[in-house]
């Protein structure tokens, strides 16, 4: 854990930033209890903690964990959580061979992956380089599109970025939690850049899909979230993928 920012989005929603990839991962007050929205890349869960003082929860108030993504930088900390609070980990089927590390490569890609520290922004290869999550969840809990998690998080599939990526809509404060669906950069909506894209016609429609949902703040998977004139700006975004806008190569 080096350098973590935590830092309030909404009064019930907090961000734990990592500024050397700039990864974020989301704590959410619920009525049921705190929600984790991805665990960033820290193995040891430290990072977790720290947001859960910040906003003044035990962390025996963690409910769930939901995975936007297998990818390290979101998923690695999530085994560290489980082992300490005993909670489910939710995701898409699709992303469960990574995330419980049945793709995890044993070559010399798996070694190097792990050489690889956890700060830096070598840490987004380290994942990648090793094909799975450095740690496996324990017992996955799939979730597909249009499901409710703990009442009040609904599952959006957003394929594109990885086969399984999801986003999650928190109704109660129309917040919606977009993962790599898309990016976020100057304040504004942005697609992510293409070489993290696999499939690009997927990422546009599911970019486009969770742009539709009422949204009063967007918190992206990197950088910062959007929390002025939001509806303007997604409703720009849609009308720019509509428009058969083309993807740059930087997003
Ligand atoms: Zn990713």
Redesign the pocket.
């Known amino acids: 854990m080096i350098g973590v920012q935590v830092f309030a989005v909404t009064e019930n929603v907090w961000c734990i930033r990592r500024p050397s990839y700039l990864t974020c991962s989301y704590l959410v007050r619920t009525p049921r209890g705190v929600v984790l929205v991805d665990a960033g890349m820290d193995s040891s869960g430290a990072d977790i903690y720290r947001g859960l003082d910040a906003m003044c929860a035990r962390p025996d108030e963690v409910r769930s964990i939901l995975l ?2 297998w ?1 390290n ?2 998923a690695a900390g999530a085994r560290a959580v489980q082992d300490k609070l005993d909670v489910p980990a939710y995701c898409h089927t699709n992303d469960v061979p990574q995330l419980t590390r049945q793709t995890a490569r044993k070559g010399m890609s798996g070694k190097i992956s792990e050489l690889i520290p956890e700060w830096g922004v070598l840490v987004l290869f380290k994942g990648l380089l090793g094909e799975a999550t450095p740690r496996a969840i324990l017992n996955p809990q799939i979730v597909s599109d249009g499901g409710l998690i703990d009442e009040y998080f609904e599952v959006i599939e957003t394929p594109g ?2 086969p399984g ?1 999801l986003s999650f809509y928190y109704k109660p404060e129309r917040v919606l939690f977009a ?2 669906a898309l990016a976020v950069v100057h304040n504004d909506v942005h697609f992510m850049a293409r070489a ?1 894209t696999p499939d690009v016609n997927r990422a546009r429609d599911s970019m486009r899909r969770c742009l539709t949902f009422e949204i009063d703040t967007l918190c992206p ?1 990197h950088r910062s979230p959007i929390t002025d004139s939001v509806r303007l700006k997604c409703d720009r975004m849609i009308k720019h993928i509509d428009g058969g806008g083309h993807w740059p190569l930087l997003g």
Request: glycine share 16%; no cysteine.
């Open positions: 936007t993504h990818h930088d979101h970025h990885t990526h993962g790599d993290v998977g």
